[in-house]
């Protein structure tokens, strides 16, 4: 078989097990004695087995078959899941994420086999050895002490005894049949599905224990039991089921009256394959839980896995189709038939509809990123010799996919930062009367066509006379202006490339590379940053970013002879404004908008663009864009309003892309282009 055609698809899984599998690990950590967290950590680690044994990937398929080992003995309570044993499986999964990572960049697990992690695991088990070779030979014979007073594997119930002696009295015969599958295989789930098909093509299947669902996410212990109708014989089912590959042993049970005649209604409790929100006064109507023909293939088709270069695609034609849109409600201004105008109206909702479609196809939630941050901030504890507590909240929270792959690094960067610069040791925390734990919050949540993520700790914050004197060593500003300089610029100058307030370089921080790191890659995403802070209380990181790159409203202006865009996001109002009303203070333009100072901007000027040659009455009076960057707020000086448009935002390209003020551009109905305005950039 050529495995390599399913490399993306193991790539994809791969990820979203291990990162299952660091959810649960760290769930482990804080309560070692939960049984469904360990189960959940076999599953996991039984698929990734299974999935790199299928493509081949030997060494990943050792690493995972040694972590089964140690995770059966905790799930059989031989071990017990201590701070060292937990330490080695984050090794492992550091070891597959370091095997994933090869196979992204070379199709291939490379060379390492990780023999210490492996050698660990073993460690851990020449302690109860013996134990365990006597429970691996009683795991295939767990469902004996489960047999009912009938003697069966199955409970039944006031519904199962009608339908059992409605197929008697037509000459059917039930069996109830248990299946077990050999350990070593390695998709015990793809081995059940066998078994179902085959047993379909013979019989109707009534029940089965567990469930189907379970059976088909693997959450069974290599058996499980069902229930059938059929016009074959005992001796069939024994053949068939044998003939199967990897079946250990199969046991057939005929089903008699002497099984069903004590079941009375209401007098029977319905059995694990029923499903417990099921009411009392319901159970007599209780519909079996066993897979009908292809069920479980059809409970696998619920979502389906699509590369984001497809959605890409299919949103560069969305965006084609509003251009297009837009031009046909441009043409024909003077002469337009009643037809006319209302097939432009339909076309325009079902582009709209379409987009909206789009856009939530492209939509994650933020928790993708969030997740990995626990382990993180777990190791970085350890090595900091610091009581560090993550609390996280809006993991929902949705973003655009092209945004969710960026912002992860920016994150990594800030919380490293709290809990390096901003948390104080232990020791130091007591002395100053707060918890020896420090705390860290992350939570992010939706603000109009924005997406807040804040970074809060209840640390030391910010020492200002500090970064003070560090401007002025760094010869950034001379003593009299740092001087002058007011708390929240003084913090402006932390996002100044290798600007660092750390007294020694650590493996954390200290090399001045990242909060200039963060802000480049948050504006080049749209987005703004900002940071408050309290001396003695903790400081609050809050990043703003755009909820889509891809098409957005926005307002329509024009300034000289050049039509621009203002992202709507990014407006509070539009205002007219005398000329004479506007004043200066510290040498920069202001207005006074009801009680609030509104730096003023005239967009002409910083963008350089020719004025339009009015002049006179005209100039009396200005129209004044009033827009938002966090709390900051300015008044954009424009020549005139063309109005709300929905645009397509389009890259200036690799040799255009640094330009000053300039986010993008967007080609308008008529045909030209139009530059998007970067508010971010210039508030």
Not at 78 to 95: H, Q, W, Y
Not at 137 to 156: I, N, V
Not at 403 to 422: C, F, K, M, T, Y
Not at 648 to 656: A, E, F, H, P
């Amino acid at each position: 078989m050529d495995a390599s055609q399913y490399l993306d698809v193991f790539i994809d899984e791969a990820k979203e097990n291990m990162q299952s599998l660091n959810t649960s690990l760290l769930e482990l950590e804080s309560d070692p004695t939960n049984t469904s967290i360990l189960n959940e950590i076999f599953r996991v680690a039984h698929t990734l087995k299974g999935m790199a044994g299928t493509m081949g990937f030997s060494r990943m398929t050792a690493l995972t078959h040694h972590m089964e080992d140690v995770l059966d003995g905790l799930r059989n309570n031989r071990l017990k899941a201590g701070s060292n044993i937990v330490d080695i499986l984050f090794k492992c999964l550091d070891a597959l994420e370091s095997y994933v990572n090869e196979v992204i960049a070379s199709g291939q697990e490379g060379e390492e086999e990780y023999q210490d992690i492996i050698a660990s695991l073993s460690d851990i088990l020449k302690g109860e050895a013996d134990g365990q070779t006597e429970n691996k030979q009683k795991d295939f014979q767990p469902a004996k002490d489960g047999r009912t007073a009938s003697g069966l594997r199955l409970k039944l119930n006031i519904y199962d005894r009608n339908v059992i002696e409605k197929a008697m009295e037509e000459g059917l015969n039930v069996y109830e049949i248990h299946i077990e599958i050999d350990k070593k295989c390695l998709l015990k789930a793809a081995r059940a599905f066998i078994i179902f098909q085959l047993l379909d093509k013979s019989s109707e299947i009534m029940k089965s224990m567990p469930p189907v669902e379970d059976i088909e996410d693997e959450k069974f212990d290599y058996y499980f039991t069902v229930m059938v109708i059929t016009k074959h014989n005992r001796d069939y089912f024994i053949k068939e089921l044998n003939s199967v590959a990897e079946v250990r042993k199969v046991e057939v049970t005929p089903i008699t009256l002497k099984h069903v005649e004590n079941i009375k209604p209401g007098a029977v409790t319905h059995d694990v394959s029923d499903t417990d929100r099921i009411k009392a006064a319901d159970r007599e109507q209780i519909k079996t839980s066993a897979p009908k023909p292809g069920a479980i293939k059809r409970l696998t088709t619920k979502t389906v896995r699509v590369d984001i270069e497809r959605l890409d695609v299919l949103m560069n034609l969305v965006s084609e189709l509003i251009i297009i849109k837009t031009r046909l409600a441009d043409i024909g201004v003077s002469d337009r038939s009643s037809d006319y105008v209302t097939t432009v109206e339909n076309l325009e909702r079902v582009t709209t509809r379409l987009h909206d479609a789009v856009m939530k196809a492209r939509m994650v939630p933020i928790e993708n990123v969030f997740s990995r941050f626990p382990r993180m901030v777990r190791d970085i504890s350890r090595e900091l010799q610091k009581e560090i507590e993550l609390h996280m909240s809006g993991e929902e929270t949705e973003l655009d996919r092209t945004v969710i792959d960026e912002i992860g690094e920016p994150l990594i960067h800030i919380i490293r930062n709290s809990a390096d610069h901003g948390l104080e040791k232990p020791d130091v925390r007591v002395e100053k009367g707060k918890n020896k734990c420090g705390n860290i919050w992350l939570k992010a949540y939706q603000d109009g066509n924005n997406v807040v993520i804040e970074v809060e700790d209840d640390g030391q914050g910010i020492d200002i006379e500090k970064v003070r004197r560090r401007i002025v060593e760094r010869g950034l500003e001379s003593e009299e202006v740092a001087a002058g300089l007011s708390d929240s610029d003084i913090i402006k100058y932390l996002f100044a490339p290798n600007f660092s307030t750390a007294d020694k370089i650590t493996d954390l921080s200290g090399r001045g590379v990242g909060l200039d790191v963060v802000k480049t890659k948050i504006e080049s995403l749209g987005g703004a940053i900002e940071i408050e802070t309290e001396q003695g209380k903790g400081s609050r990181v809050i990043i703003r970013l755009p909820l889509t790159l891809a098409i957005i409203q926005a307002l329509l202006v024009r300034i000289g002879t050049e039509k621009f865009a203002i992202p709507l996001s990014n407006i509070r109002e539009i205002t007219k404004i005398e000329a004479s009303d506007i004043q200066f203070v510290r040498d920069r333009e202001v207005y006074f908008l009801r009680d609030s100072v509104i730096p003023v901007v005239r967009l002409g000027e910083v963008l350089k663009v020719p004025e339009s040659g009015d002049t006179g009455e005209t100039k009396k009076q200005l129209t004044c864009v009033v827009v938002r960057k966090g709390d900051k707020f300015s008044g954009f000086i424009v020549d005139s309003l063309i109005g709300q448009k929905e645009i397509v935002i389009k890259s200036l390209g690799r040799l255009l892309a640094n330009i000053r003020h300039i986010a993008g551009a967007t080609i308008l109905g008529d045909g030209n282009v139009a530059l998007i305005i970067d508010v971010n950039s210039i508030v």
